[in-house]
């Protein structure tokens, strides 16, 4: 705690009065002057990672063939991690070759199951090993503990529950259709939910009796590498699963084998496109999901309460790093005012800093190239003319941090109300009528989420249905489940993942 604010706090003891230390004059709450907390950093050492990985082909970890290997750091401090293979054109071809062999001659032949058998065990060995997978993965992309700990990877086992769930009951999903596997299916995955996106693309493909190579993201390949061990360990037969990691030149050999038959892209909307062009005029199917820049739409009839919370896990959950964030809110103006003040006050509570600290509400930015594009578009909304609000948080002196950020008085056409910004960075814009309000939401290129707040379960429905967006939600925000199908309109992508919807894209019917 800086010596300002402590000082400030003795002061206050002696009397009594509720002094404003923060440099933001217009709040009315300073919540950092009146309590600190001891730090509570989750501990990491009854596990040993490894110095370095290679990709996992055919059941065993295996070197590049090239031999090269790249390194992936720990944002909040800037430290390498472990090295990590770079896969090439070669590496790539051995492992659609063992997922090949494994298709053909084991995987395809089982029944689903005795599929749904080695599913169910991955899940499980996905819960065995959860305090290890989750520091992991708040080591390896900034996240805080308590969202590794009780979003990301309890949501990844229950994905694997839930498809295993399906594997031996194919024929009641698609009443009066035979449903065959597809063959083998390429998977390229992003950094923001590591494993978590790892279970949406693997466990619905091995329940309908394909097997894959899949490619995590360069900043964080580590999870997906223990899945890996994971898979050794529970006996999966070998190719069923292949990891092969690098970075995007890597996903592009995955895109342009010519022995895959599907594949699965989650990330940016400008990688997506060039994912669809190169696919074009092949024969392979394919989901993706891309983008997005999510309303959030508060009316006057909203829990003020309740709602602000919403707002701060819909732009602030995993520091903004999530395509179906709700980055621009809209709010009625009859209750602007109150809400921004109030939203205002609840960022000061915020704690922002050491990922493996329990305390922590708001991690690192995953990586340096991703802090300075949000810092740029810092920038712009200045340059543009919006009025911005910073919470005073301090934060800590080395790794890749970001000040929950809002911006006020925003045009439509601002690039910061446009441009998916992928960071703790929320616009605020207000509305008189429901229909300004869908006017604005839908006025946008992306098409992945929204949110209503309002106490009218007949205006949930009106707005939600207006709104050109895969996901609404209402009351609430960024809640996900196995059973309930994901995904986008415009450019936030094609293709639903999740539920009954996600087998789809994994099955051929007859
Ligand atoms: P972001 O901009 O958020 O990092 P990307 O879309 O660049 O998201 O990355 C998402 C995933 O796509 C990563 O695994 C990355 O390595 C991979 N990737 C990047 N470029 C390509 C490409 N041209 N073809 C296939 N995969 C790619």
Redesign the pocket.
């Known amino acids: 705690m800086s010596e300002q604010i402590k000082e400030t706090k003795t002061e206050s003891a002696t009397n009594g009065a509720q002094k404003p230390t923060s440099p933001n004059s217009d709040l009315k709450l300073d919540f950092a002057s009146f309590w600190e907390y001891s730090t509570a950093p989750e501990s990491g050492d009854f596990f040993d990672l490894k110095e370095s990985y290679d990709h996992f082909i055919g059941g065993k970890f295996v070197k590049p063939v090239k031999g090269r290997y790249m390194k992936t750091i720990n944002p909040s401090n800037e430290e390498v991690i472990a090295e990590f293979a770079e896969g090439t054109s070669e590496d790539v071809d051995s492992a659609v070759k063992a997922a090949r062999k494994a298709y053909d001659k084991e995987w395809s032949k089982l029944s689903g199951k005795e599929r749904g058998k080695y599913i169910y065990r991955l899940a499980r060995m996905i819960q065995g090993r959860s305090r290890e997978l989750a520091i992991v993965e708040s080591m390896d992309g900034g996240k805080p503990i308590r969202e590794s700990r009780d979003v990301d990877i309890p949501l990844a086992a229950a994905y694997f529950f839930y498809y295993a769930g399906w594997a031996d009951k194919l024929d009641y999903a698609f009443p009066g259709r035979e449903a065959k596997p597809l063959g083998v299916c390429g998977q390229?995955?992003?950094?923001?939910f590591p494993l978590l996106m790892l279970s949406w693309k693997i466990a619905p493909a091995l329940a309908a009796g394909n097997t894959v190579v899949l490619?995590?993201?360069?900043?964080t390949p580590l999870t997906a590498l223990i899945f890996a061990e994971i898979c050794q360990d529970a006996g999966l037969p070998d190719g069923v699963v292949n990891i092969v990691t690098?970075?995007?030149?890597?996903?592009?050999e995955?895109?342009n084998h010519p022995d895959v038959n599907k594949i699965a892209?989650?990330?940016?909307t400008?990688?997506?496109k060039?994912?669809q062009k190169?696919l074009a005029g092949t024969d392979k199917k394919f989901t993706l999901e891309l983008g997005g820049k999510g309303a959030n739409i508060v009316f006057e009839d909203a829990p003020i309460d309740q709602t602000v919370d919403g707002i701060i896990n819909a732009i602030f959950f995993n520091q903004g790093h999530v395509c179906c964030a709700g980055s621009r809110l809209l709010v009625q103006e009859g209750i602007a005012d109150r809400l921004i003040q109030k939203l205002k006050d609840r960022m000061e509570t915020l704690i922002v800093g050491d990922p493996l600290d329990k305390n922590t509400d708001v991690g690192a930015i995953n990586s340096k190239m991703?802090f300075d594009k949000i810092n740029e578009y810092i920038e712009i909304g200045k340059n543009e003319g919006a009025t911005i609000h910073q919470s005073s948080c301090n934060l800590p002196d080395s790794g890749f941090f970001c000040r929950p950020t809002l911006f006020m008085d925003v045009a439509q056409s601002n690039r910061i109300v446009q441009e998916e910004i992928?960071g703790p960075v929320l616009t605020i814009q207000t509305f008189r009528t429901p229909d300004e309000a869908v006017q604005k939401a839908n006025n946008t290129q992306y098409g992945l989420s929204g949110g209503v707040w309002t106490d009218k379960g007949s205006k949930i429905f009106k707005i939600g249905s207006q709104i050109r967006s895969g996901v609404i939600w209402s009351n609430t925000f960024n809640k996900f489940d196995p059973t309930s199908p994901f995904g986008g309109y415009k450019e936030s992508g094609v293709g639903r993942e999740g539920g009954l919807h996600g087998l789809y894209p994994y099955v051929k019917l007859k």
């Open positions: 390229i995955i992003p950094w923001n490619k995590p993201a360069e900043a690098g970075a995007g030149q890597t996903g592009a995955i895109v892209f989650t990330g940016s400008k990688v997506g060039i994912i190169s991703q992928f």
